[in-house]
């Protein structure tokens, strides 16, 4: 309970000093009643005084206590009173208010309250600016500088402030990143003139900024929050940046993004917002962010990504599924090259390019592929040795999206061959499938390097940590290409099924409806496992909950049929055509692998009611795989003109 009286003093008749009744238990209701007395000129420094002893005696009810605290902040304010003793007590209330608030339950009410905190305090230190005062205080939770600066000094220099290591915040002229734990450096065009006159300036630094309550969906705060403001300026739209230098508080943080508080955001309750700023790079561990406004900044990271899902025992399934996989997709894809090798050089010169394409592509993809599941099975941990888990995450980058790239060269050369009438001869075919299977790879790995030059360097495993250099050296690279291989799959189905209908197909290759819809099956199967469209389920899970059902689904149906794909491969493009078997009975002894060679002999079929004749079905000539006969087909509409598709 507060108390004061009125009484007759010799100045005149005016009221005494509040007396509190400061037990703990009564301080929510000790600020309930301050919050209602009116600060006037004469008591405002005992109203000051009250606030910060009874935040510093606050130990429970929380809530109520940032609540109210806050009104009573904003009546001392709102007397717009210059004096030092008010202005100490204000920060050292919004100190206490600090420590309070960090283990206050988040609601909009409590929410409001803490911005309306941050503001009350901002109000405080522009009052001090504007009677042309100094003043600088430091306290655990929170430190301040008003300052008096010279115009033109600041006009050719910029205005650098600084908290350095074991030290207190302050104007520097320069800083060192390598010392500097949170800093602003302002630009030079922050004033508009070169004129010698003081300018006030106003710093803040909040330590422990419980105040700056979010509910942004995944990312936390994960630094310091400065602030700066310059008075009677408004700075907007600068075309140099202000340049923040931020170490995280916290570890294990990832996909840094660089944020000011917005106080018009949720109904003027004030939320973190990105506009306007800018994150560059991470160096010696601090975030580097450009922004070009003055306000409050920070900086957010994810703290539920990896590192969450690491502890999650459902997580440990796919780890287990994904080295499994891997190493028996090594062992799919070596195979795989030696069956096309193999089948290659079988193939009649006069016919190279038809016939080689196909298997010059997939032989790629298979290295490629085989050198992504080695680097990731056994260098995707390797995070204890800095500079070799840079080079695996070098390594992995490359090796995606170089598979990627040559999934997307072979759905080129499905376009040409199956959806073109003709095959299509491709000048230099050769250069400019290696310039792009193999060398648009350094191109993205050039566009991350000059996103963020740290952005191989990751603590919690070889790969390109979280931020614009994954999302645009990367995932974007990656979804390009899946929807064009998306597209022409789209393509390419609707033409094998046109196909599947015509009249001519039905004379050369009569099948029932369930066969001819198993066909189509297997071969949709197949195009979508080479031309990389699992991929999907990657997609799939990039903005959902760290922790959903949903979340979980997709990464482990990503897992298997990814990890997997090598696997797939072999078993759709060398045994199912039957090339796995002819490689066999080339290096047996004559008669001892089969006593025939005939396609018939080596073929392995999934399909126990498929008919053998001489002829290519369906599914295999989608599947680009050379078979020793020949299928001629006529062309609609084209004068029946026949076409060799024996490798179609």
Request: proline share 3%; with cysteine.
């Amino acid at each position: 309970m507060a108390n004061r009286s009125c009484a007759n003093y010799t100045d005149g008749i005016r009221w005494g000093e509040l007396v509190f009744n400061c037990g703990i238990e009564n301080t929510t209701e000790n600020l309930m009643h301050l919050s209602q007395v009116e600060v006037t000129d004469d008591n405002i420094e005992t109203v000051a005084n009250a606030l910060e002893t009874l935040t510093s005696n606050a130990s429970s009810d929380g809530e109520n206590v940032v609540v109210q605290s806050s009104q009573v902040l904003e009546n001392i304010v709102s007397m717009n009173s210059s004096s030092k003793s008010v202005t100490i007590a204000v920060v050292n209330s919004v100190n206490n208010i600090l420590e309070i608030a960090d283990e206050v339950v988040d609601t909009e009410e409590t929410r409001r309250a803490s911005s309306n905190t941050i503001i009350s305090l901002e109000h405080q230190l522009e009052t001090v600016a504007s009677a042309n005062l100094d003043i600088t205080l430091s306290r655990k939770n929170v430190a301040v500088t008003v300052a008096r600066v010279d115009k033109k000094e600041v006009a050719y220099n910029g205005l650098v402030y600084a908290l350095k290591t074991s030290d207190q915040p302050s104007l520097v002229s320069s800083v060192d990143i390598h010392e500097v734990d949170t800093s602003l450096e302002l630009p030079s065009e922050v004033v508009d003139d070169k004129s010698g006159v003081k300018i006030s300036v106003v710093f803040t630094i909040y330590q422990q900024p419980t105040l700056f309550k979010s509910n942004h969906e995944r990312k936390e705060l994960a630094t310091r929050v400065i602030s700066a403001k310059i008075l009677h300026e408004e700075i907007q739209d600068l075309e140099n940046p202000v340049i923040g230098i931020f170490e995280p508080t916290r570890v294990n943080g990832s996909d840094a993004e660089c944020v000011f508080w917005d106080f018009d955001l949720e109904d003027g309750i004030g939320n973190w917002s990105s506009e306007g700023c800018n994150y560059q790079k991470i160096v010696d561990g601090r975030v580097i962010c450009h922004c070009n406004h003055l306000t409050n900044f920070a900086v957010l990271m994810d703290f539920h990504g990896q590192h969450e899902l690491n502890e999650d025992p459902r997580y440990k399934l796919i780890d287990i599924i994904s080295l499994v996989g891997c190493c028996v997709s090594i062992v799919a894809l070596l195979l795989t090259i030696i069956v096309q090798l193999n089948a290659k050089r079988k193939i009649p010169h006069s016919r190279e390019q038809h016939l080689i394409r196909p298997k010059l592509v997939l032989i790629n993809l298979s290295v490629s592929l085989c050198f992504l599941y080695v680097v990731f099975a056994f260098g995707i941990e390797l995070t204890n040795a800095p500079n070799i888990c840079i080079l695996i995450a070098v390594l992995m980058h490359y090796f995606t999206i170089s598979s990627m790239s040559w999934m997307t060269v072979q759905a080129v050369n499905i376009y040409l061959s199956l959806v073109k009438v003709f095959p299509t001869y491709i000048s230099k075919f050769k250069l400019k499938a290696y310039a792009f299977g193999w060398g648009f790879p350094v191109v993205a790995i050039v566009l991350s390097l000059s996103l963020d030059t740290d952005s191989y360097y990751n603590e919690n495993y070889c790969f390109i940590k979280p931020g614009p250099a994954l999302y645009y050296g990367n995932i974007s690279v990656i979804a390009v290409l899946f929807w064009i291989n998306a597209i022409i799959f789209a393509i390419v189905l609707y033409r094998i099924v046109l196909r599947s209908r015509s009249p001519i197909q039905k004379i050369t290759e009569p099948k029932s409806r369930v066969q001819v819809a198993k066909d189509q099956l297997s071969t949709a199967v197949g195009l979508s496992i080479l031309l990389g469209l699992t991929w999907v389920f990657g997609f799939g899970d990039i903005h959902k909950a760290p922790n959903s059902n949903l979340k979980f689904t997709m990464q482990l149906l990503f897992c298997i049929f990814n990890t997997l794909q090598g696997v797939f491969i072999f078993l759709f493009y060398a045994v199912r055509t039957g090339d796995f078997k002819k490689c066999i009975c080339s290096f047996c002894p004559a008669g001892a692998c089969c006593t025939t060679p005939t396609r018939d002999c080596f073929h392995v079929s999934f399909s126990s009611d498929r008919k053998k004749s001489g002829g290519s079905t369906l599914v295999e000539q989608t599947m680009f795989m050379v078979n020793t006969d020949s299928f001629t087909w006529k062309a609609p509409g084209k004068d029946n003109r026949l076409w060799d598709s024996s490798v179609y």
